[in-house]
């Protein structure tokens, strides 16, 4: 792979950077990936971020970003790098937004009713197969060209089991349900 930019997306929490991206291109196949470096704070987080992850390399959609590989390496006594090589998409659906907005171009009914099946179409796949994302936003929803929406950042996803409750309020508190701060 050639280096084809790296943009640092953090997010961080006061000096520690908790992941950060960067973007690839095969030389050969032209082919665009990114690669998301996830730091852990022991094994067992670890562990569980790429348990996560694993979950939804098991299945393919066409709307459901797709992983490449997944990997976990010690970087000192404390910390441990999970890194996710995935597809890259061109941006996510809320750096659209804000960029059709400032030109005043709005979504039409016909674009937003294409969005939304191209969003429930993975969702009821990851529902029948037992899967809950618990994260999305328009910052997990990746644009590719052709129009292609893909739902990504499997981070918080679970799958569920048949009889346990899940009661954890896990995902980005300014995209939950109001109910669920009842």
């Known amino acids: 792979f050639s280096y084809a930019k790296a943009i ?3 997010l961080a ?3 520690i950077i ?10 050969i196949t032209k082919e665009r990936l990114a690669m998301k470096k996830i730091l852990a704070q022991n094994v067992g987080e670890a562990e569980s971020y790429h348990k996560e992850f694993e979950i939804i390399m098991t299945y393919t959609h ?5 992983i490449k590989g997944l990997t976990i390496k010690i970087l000192d006594m404390t910390t441990l790098a999970l890194y996710v090589l995935l597809e890259a998409a061109t941006c996510d659906w809320d750096v659209e937004i804000k960029k059709r907005f400032h030109k005043k171009k709005y979504y039409t009914e016909v674009e937003l009713v294409k969005i939304l099946k191209q969003l429930v179409t993975p969702l009821a796949f990851l529902q029948n197969k037992k899967i809950a994302h ?6 997990n929803i990746l644009l590719f060209p052709d129009n292609l929406i893909k739902l990504a950042d499997f981070g918080e996803a679970r799958k569920l089991g048949a009889a346990r409750m899940y009661c954890t309020l896990r995902g980005t508190e300014t995209y939950m349900a109001p109910i669920l701060w009842e």
Do not use: T
């Open 13 to 15: 929490i006061p000096s």
């Open 8 to 10: 640092i997306i953090a």
């Open 62 to 66: 066409r709307n459901i970003v797709r």
């Open 18 to 27: 908790i992941f950060l991206m960067i973007f690839l291109e095969n030389k």
């Open 134 to 139: 618990r994260d999305i936003k328009p910052q």
